[in-house]
């Protein structure tokens, strides 16, 4: 029987690390030992307190369905800590939770966008912007992260592509797969850019906001006037090494988070209810070990940029924030994804090739440095060793 599938999942992108990581996991069962690069996930255990308040909610009867939106003690506990943290009043009902933060892309795009309205995206970036835009017919316009600029998104660029069609603009930082980081006068650009305009909303993903090395992280949504033009994507996998524990929310203006619930409730129903429990451990307790997780991917990051600037046909910028690499590999007289093959298949180390992300990583990889210095001091020499016989 040949099935004839619905003509929208010819839109529907992928995510290249899942497919990079059962590659490489079948060559580990072929016997081939594999330094994994290439998964962005922290390398960390969730921190004890966390696990013990998740294992106290089951305990206590958290086992259950939960309001679609969130359980109230957590949405009131995120509604603080944005607050806080981004220097605005933010309200419970303003809050939506999520198993994981991915949904949060998938709803406010599917919630907000119609077929043949603009959306701006930045590019290389997370493959799902792109992916769940194409995917609701919308017309995708890229913004270039390009390596003279640090990989920032130019302001100035993005305000020259805003049409009467744009509906939505889609930036992150710190950001994935670059590190770039956008800085406050960035962000005031963009928000002078769209000061006038109602109709444009700004989905800031600043998932990577409390792994960032120099400076200070910049939300838009504290700009005067942004708070209801931007919607803020947060959650736990990559600050509190919480990735299988699926958790994430969005903070929106009030209508927006309605239509969003209204979205979770026709395709999860809720979030896991002792995840959620587990949730208000990790922003109100104890924060020594996401700090501590922090300080070391500073020391790896250090490691790595310099190793694999030493090696022929490499340069590598430094990332400002997350926790991944983006050398420009172009004097190696190799395309990305044919590198990144060949490093897979070669040297036992797995990476991404920049395509992965868009069509402007091209003469890239990203490297995730989620792996110990151990490692990745043996995963350089590895690449080196491999591209010296290219």
């Known amino acids: 029987m040949v099935l004839s599938f619905a003509k929208r999942m010819e839109n529907l992108g992928t995510e290249t690390a899942f497919e990079v990581l059962a590659k490489a996991k079948a060559l580990e069962k072929q016997g081939k030992h594999i330094i994994h690069l290439e998964i962005g996930e922290p390398d960390f255990d969730t921190p004890r307190n966390i696990k013990d308040a998740a294992v106290k909610a089951m305990n206590a009867g958290y086992t259950h369905y939960t309001p679609a939106a969130g359980i109230p003690e957590f949405r009131e506990a995120i509604a603080e800590y944005v607050s806080k943290t981004r220097k605005i009043d933010v309200t419970p009902d303003e809050v939506v939770v999520t198993p994981g933060a991915k949904p949060i892309i998938f709803f406010s795009i599917l919630a907000y966008v119609?077929?043949?309205?603009?959306?701006?995206?930045?590019?290389?970036?997370?493959?799902?912007?792109?992916?769940?835009?194409?995917?609701?017919?919308?017309?995708?316009?890229?913004?270039?992260?390009?390596?003279?600029?640090?990989?920032?998104?130019?302001?100035e660029y993005i305000k020259s592509k805003i049409t009467k069609k744009t509906k939505m603009i889609i930036i992150n930082s710190p950001e994935n797969p670059t590190g770039g980081v956008l800085t406050k006068d960035d962000l005031k650009i963009i928000a002078d850019s769209i000061a006038s305009r109602d109709d444009i909303l700004v989905l800031s993903d600043e998932i990577y906001s409390r792994i960032i090395y120099e400076g200070t992280h910049y939300s838009l949504a504290s700009f005067p006037g942004m708070k209801e033009k931007?919607?803020?994507?947060?959650?736990?996998?990559?600050?509190?090494?919480?990735?299988?524990?699926?958790?994430?929310y969005g903070v929106m203006q009030k209508d927006l988070a309605q239509k969003v619930t209204q979205l979770m409730i026709n395709s999860n129903s809720c979030t896991s209810a002792f995840t959620q429990m587990a949730g208000i451990e990790a922003l109100r307790g104890p924060q020594d070990e996401a700090e501590k997780m922090v300080a070391e991917f500073k020391r790896r990051r250090e490691v790595i940029v310099d190793g694999l600037n030493k090696i022929k046909g490499f340069s590598c910028k430094k990332p400002h924030g997350a926790f991944y690499v983006f050398p420009n590999i172009k004097k190696t007289g190799k395309k990305g994804k044919e590198l990144s093959d060949y490093l897979l298949n070669t040297a036992g180390v797995a990476t991404l090739s920049g395509t992965a992300f868009g069509a402007y990583g091209e003469g890239h990889l990203r490297l995730s440095f989620a792996n110990s210095i151990e490692n990745i001091k043996a995963a350089l020499n590895r690449i080196r060793e491999a591209v010296e016989k290219l």
């Open 114 to 155: 119609d077929p043949g309205e603009e959306v701006l995206y930045v590019n290389p970036g997370f493959p799902m912007y792109e992916s769940v835009a194409n995917f609701v017919g919308a017309k995708t316009i890229p913004i270039p992260l390009l390596e003279e600029n640090d990989f920032r998104a130019d302001p």
């Open 230 to 248: 931007t919607i803020i994507l947060d959650g736990f996998s990559k600050t509190y090494a919480m990735t299988g524990w699926r958790l994430g």
